[in-house]
């Protein structure tokens, strides 16, 4: 009988380590997602700070995390665009150029005047924010080339959200 009970101790102690741990990895999910991938020879890793400075601009919603790739990489910029998951991109100015020529970029015209960013307008409408001048990035120390934030058409029902978060980005 002491044998069950203590199997059925160890049994329940066990299932409460198990509920510990996966509500200490899950976490709530950021409200928007933003990927950074800066040119070649500027590589940036500050994805903490940058994070913790715009979620201070912003306040508690909504929120925000940064995914920052440590090295330009083609074939991962590819896969984070298909995939969606990210609400914002921070792409070197180069790959921006090449993408906005596909026409899958949401109009940022209702958020920001493009008067105050020509080098984000295509076909007169704005679809990037030029990021290498504003206080985020100078704050955090970047120096590298121009890189642009976005936001693709896959970003769905998170747009206002999103359009949110771009428009503390661009602060200068």
């Known amino acids: 009988m002491k044998a069950k009970f203590r199997r059925a101790g160890l049994l329940a102690a066990a299932l409460i380590i198990v509920a510990v741990l996966m509500t200490a990895c899950g976490g709530q999910k950021a409200d928007i997602s933003v990927f ?7 590589p940036f890793n500050k994805q903490d700070e940058l994070k913790n400075a715009l ?6 919603t909504p929120t925000v995390t940064f995914s920052v790739s440590p090295i330009f990489e083609p074939q991962k910029m ?3 665009l298909a995939a969606g998951d990210h609400g914002i991109f921070v ?8 993408f906005k020529q596909e026409d899958g970029m949401i109009d ?6 493009k008067e105050d960013f020509p080098e984000g307008v295509h076909n007169g409408t704005l679809v990037g924010i030029p990021l ?4 985020l990035l100078k704050d955090a120390g970047y120096k590298g080339e121009e890189v642009v934030a976005f936001i693709t058409v896959r970003v769905k029902d998170k747009e206002a959200k999103a359009k949110q978060v771009l428009k503390a980005m661009a602060e200068k």
């Open 108 to 113: 940022l015209g209702d958020t920001l005047k």
């Open 132 to 135: 290498k001048d504003t206080k």
């Open 91 to 98: 792409l070197p100015k180069d790959q921006f150029d090449a």
């Open 55 to 60: 979620q201070a601009k912003l306040g508690e």
């Open 78 to 80: 590819i896969v984070e």
């Open 36 to 42: 950074m991938m800066f040119p070649q020879n500027s």
